[in-house]
């Protein structure tokens, strides 16, 4: 029964239950209607008490679940915290890791410019002792035929 209809319906009931216990009391006997009254007002009460009980669970069970839902949030919140966290340290890693390369390249740069500026003043001793040598060879071979 629903609100208003189940509200009154139990005051029928109970007053009628009244009635029939004040029978009792006096030792009269009851009808057959008296009886299934008083199982009705019993079965009555069983289901508002159960209506009671389930009603306490919801509540219960909906509170749980209002805490359940709040602690996910906090901890989606701190994990959230988290990523953003190691996002920030990635960067920062990214960042020394991309100067670190722009170092070494840098590094590798001057070293190339130096090992051509060696490999060119080699290549001018080399050309000027052949040159040395290649005068000489003409040198002698000038007096061998004069």
Known sequence: MSGA???VAGAVLAELTRSILEKVRKGEKLSTEEIIVLLLDLNYRQV???QKQVLELYR???AKI???????SDRITALDRKVDGMRGEMFDLYRQLDRKIEATR???EETRRELLVKVDEFRRE?????DAVYQLLVRAAGLREG
């Not at 080399?126 to 052949?130: A, E, F, H, I, Y």
């Open 126 to 130: 080399v050309n000027q002792r052949l």
């Open 5 to 7: 209809a189940g509200s």
């Open 66 to 72: 209002e805490g359940v839902r709040r602690e996910l």
């Open 48 to 50: 508002s008490d159960l």
């Open 106 to 108: 840098s590094q590798v």
């Open 60 to 62: 219960q069970l909906d």
